[in-house]
């Protein structure tokens, strides 16, 4: 099981980011996916959920509204769009697929002016 994030960087207040979860070694659409963060000093917290097939999704309440989760599952890939993103926003962003108790290398993202 193997899982690339990309998509982060430097981005200010108000700004939007799209970061992507590639996935290989297993057949992704027979299982659910999900985002966490990660900041300094802090615990790694659930950022969103997807089932198999995309229908159903859940957010961390701070991120309800501003980020959304999807998946392209012909492409092997999960996204996590984040909008209006705040300075608190700033961690490194891990794709994770929980069946498998596996992570990817993450991806950071700082907000910042």
């Known amino acids: 099981v193997q899982l690339v994030e990309s998509g982060g960087g430097l981005v200010q207040p108000g700004g939007s980011l799209r970061l992507s979860c590639t996935a290989s070694?297993?057949?992704?659409?027979?299982?659910?996916m999900s985002w966490h963060r990660q900041a300094p000093g802090k615990e790694r917290e659930l950022v969103a959920t997807?089932?198999?097939?995309?229908?159903?999704?859940n957010y961390g309440d701070s991120v309800k509204g501003r980020f959304t989760i999807s998946r392209d599952n012909a492409k092997y890939t999960v996204y996590l769009q984040m909008n209006s993103l705040k300075p608190e926003d700033t961690a490194v962003y891990y794709c994770?697929?929980?069946?498998?108790?596996?992570w990817g290398q993450g991806t950071q993202v700082t907000v910042s002016s």
């Open positions: 994770h697929v929980g069946y498998f108790g596996s």
């Open positions: 070694g297993f057949t992704f659409s027979q299982y659910s």
């Open positions: 997807i089932n198999r097939i995309g229908g159903n999704t």
